[in-house]
């Protein structure tokens, strides 16, 4: 009998990992997702020497639920915000979405700018922790990632840019990440 159990086990075990890597490589893509998410952003952060943020399932829940809505506008949250529509070619390409815009930022002056907001937000020095969320929009993916504390604070000369917003301090400008 002890034996018989054994076997049984031994073949559901089997039969969960036939499952788990027969599934289409986009399913196995999206249970990676918060690791994913979170190991490209905090290797952006890692070169413009912000602190790596940590993972926040309460931010995350509220970006999921946002983004099953599928529309365009921001959730007027209390959070710093990114959001992006496409096809999912990966996990990371998200991140590098957003952190491919620093190649139009202006590191001497700062400023809030929409074409490198993405990116402010991504590498933000106050930001702590980080939840993303996505949802299937008809053919496309609406993916959101939501910020503690909020960045692209905008005042005083632009000195909030100045302060949170660090140079790059290894590897080119046009690197972007690879998982």
């Known amino acids: 009998m002890f034996i018989n159990a054994i076997t049984k086990i031994a073949v559901l075990v089997l039969a969960a990992v036939g499952v788990i890597s027969a599934m289409p490589l986009e399913v196995r893509d999206h249970e990676d997702f918060e690791y994913k998410m979170l190991q490209a952003t905090n290797w952006y952060r890692s070169q413009h020497g912000a602190n790596a943020l940590s993972w926040d399932q309460s931010?995350?829940?509220?970006?999921?639920?946002?983004?099953?809505?599928?529309?365009?506008?921001?959730?007027?949250?209390?959070?710093?915000?990114?959001?992006?529509?496409?096809?999912?070619?990966?996990?990371?390409?998200?991140?590098?979405?957003?952190?491919?815009?620093?190649?139009?930022?202006?590191?001497?002056?700062?400023?809030?700018?929409?074409?490198?907001?993405?990116?402010?937000?991504?590498?933000?020095?106050?930001?702590?922790?980080?939840?993303?969320?996505?949802?299937?929009?008809?053919?496309?993916?609406?993916?959101?990632c939501e910020y503690q504390n909020r960045g692209n604070v905008v005042g005083e000369n632009n000195r909030y840019f100045r302060e949170n917003v660090g140079f790059q301090t290894w590897g080119s400008i046009e690197d972007h990440f690879e998982s």
């Not at 529309?71 to 996990?91: C, L």
């Not at 620093?102 to 993405?118: E, I, K, W």
């Open 59 to 144: 931010l995350a829940d509220y970006a999921a639920n946002h983004a099953s809505y599928c529309t365009r506008n921001h959730s007027g949250g209390p959070y710093g915000e990114n959001m992006v529509f496409g096809d999912w070619s990966s996990t990371a390409g998200w991140v590098n979405s957003f952190g491919n815009e620093r190649v139009q930022f202006d590191f001497d002056n700062g400023g809030a700018d929409l074409a490198t907001g993405h990116f402010t937000q991504l590498v933000w020095k106050a930001t702590s922790e980080m939840g993303c969320g996505w949802a299937k929009c008809g053919d496309t993916y609406h993916v959101i």
